[in-house]
């Protein structure tokens, strides 16, 4: 596994990354978060821990641009001194999957990075298959009729919520919250949008053997078609 440590003390982070090669893994260390998120551009992380203070973003917007641009499949565990309930509460709410309290407790640590991979290795997603579209959730591509299709981060996003709800009317309340979170300044014509560029682009208008349609007053919904 390649794993992602941002933490801008050396000390603490050189701990880190010599428990995880322990382990056999590759760590790679950031003393800021901008450098993470840079690094994401060219190179790819199968987990990340994010201290929450960091010198130059904070380590909420860390992981509030790594759940965009790797989604929610990577696990994320914070390393934080702040242990009061409120901000653990917080903390998970906006997308990590766990959080450590510092000092950290090294074999605790451990434990959970553990127990975190165990549970990412008994839900790994096969690939999805419906009508013609083959999803490739951990290399997070589609393929249309054996065609890879070039989408976007949030019309991938997209297209799977519809992918694993066919025949199910999806407010568009609904597929703004699991696509867009915490981002305030959207829309719901935002999902008007992706929604048109994913029928075109997926052949969801029966082309792929699967309809796409507006449900009047309430939303989409992705249904299974015959092909004559």
Known sequence: ??????????????????????????????????????????????????????????????????????????????CTA?????????ILRLGAD?????????????????????????????????????????GRRIRLAGSEVDLTQREFDLAVVFLRNVGRVLPREELLASVWVREAEVDTRTVDTHTSRLRKKLGLAGESGLMLTSVYGQGYRLDTVQQG
């Not at 994010?50 to 565990?77: A, F, M, N, Q």
């Not at 702040?82 to 917080?90: C, G, H, I, M, N």
């Not at 451990?110 to 165990?118: D, E, G, I, N, P």
Request: charged letters at 30%; proline letters at 5%.
């Open 82 to 90: 702040r242990t009061e309930e409120e901000s653990a509460s917080d």
């Open 98 to 138: 766990d959080y450590i309290p510092k000092p950290i407790r090294y074999m605790e640590f451990m434990a959970r990075v553990q127990a975190l991979l165990r549970r990412r290795k008994a839900v790994a997603p096969g690939p999805l298959r419906i009508g013609n579209i083959e999803v490739d959730l951990e």
């Open 1 to 78: 596994m390649n794993f992602a440590v941002v933490e801008d003390s050396r000390s603490q982070a050189e701990v880190l990354k010599a428990l995880l090669k322990s382990e056999g893994h590759q760590v790679e260390v950031f003393a800021e978060g901008l450098a993470c998120i840079e690094a994401l551009k060219t190179r790819t992380f199968d987990f990340f821990i994010i201290d929450w203070t960091l010198p130059d973003i904070g380590g909420d917007e860390v992981l509030r641009l790594v759940r965009e641009k790797c989604g929610w499949e990577v696990p994320v565990i914070f």
